[in-house]
């Protein structure tokens, strides 16, 4: 696609649940990002794959988070047993030679 | 992780005005990005500068690599209203990641 999708926009869960969070990037892009923003910050990196592999996973904050990219393309972060502090936006990117393109991130609300 | 430092936390100024921002570190980086976000959306990529001293320009935007490759700046000509959001820095080290400042909040009254 021309940009990177990311599905759904917004997302509340109950605290436990478990959540999915699904990233399309821009075709062709082998670089994909997860960051994640906490309201009024910037965004702070969680996992890096470069095609199908996660040779970064450094800063996802606990064993609560896994992420995947199977197939080298569609991403899903998930969230097992959701926090209150878990609450953010989550923002995708793929990556070329001049930076990041970011797709419109999923606002994660636990309650 | 490494922290960047972006001044002025906010900004309101009149339409018209020109505005300033920088982003320091104590880190030195190879790669500096500047992006603005509007509510609701993700960042979206303003001017990338790749090495030290350079300047670059898109449209009224002009954004410098400082020299010592610790800090960086952003200076918007004649502000407009649609040049409200919030503006941050990126800094690359090394490989792909980016670290992001806090971000400068920008307000323009018309």
């Known amino acids: 696609g021309a940009g990177v999708s990311q599905s759904p926009r917004y997302k509340v869960a109950k605290r436990g649940q478990d959540v999915a969070l699904r990233c399309d990037p821009i075709?062709?892009?082998?670089?994909l990002f997860w960051y994640q923003q906490a309201l009024g910050q910037g965004p702070e990196f969680l996992t890096y794959?470069?095609?199908?592999?996660?040779?970064?996973k450094s800063g996802l904050p606990s064993d609560r988070f896994f992420a995947e990219r199977p197939e080298g393309s569609v991403s899903t972060l998930k969230i097992q047993r959701t926090q209150q502090e878990d609450s953010a936006v989550y923002l995708c990117?793929?990556?070329?030679?001049?930076?990041?393109?970011f797709g419109s991130g999923t606002r994660l609300t636990v309650v | 992780g490494q922290q960047l430092n972006q001044s002025p936390q906010s900004m309101f100024i009149q339409e018209g005005e020109d505005v300033s921002m920088n982003c320091t570190s104590s880190?030195?980086?190879?790669?500096w990005l500047w992006y603005k976000q509007e509510p609701g959306e993700g960042p979206v990529l303003l001017i990338a500068l790749y090495k030290a001293g350079e300047l670059t320009s898109n449209g009224r935007l002009t954004a410098q690599f400082g020299i010592t490759r610790k800090d960086s700046f952003l200076n918007i000509s004649a502000s407009i209203p649609s040049d409200v959001g919030i503006y941050f820095c990126a800094g690359q080290i090394t490989g792909n990641q980016f670290y992001f400042g806090t971000g400068t909040s920008l307000t323009v009254i018309p």
């Open positions: 794959f470069q095609n199908e592999a996660q040779l970064d």
């Open positions: 990117a793929s990556y070329d030679l001049y930076g990041y393109t």
């Open positions: 075709s062709g892009h082998v670089s």
């Open positions: 880190s030195i980086f190879n790669t």
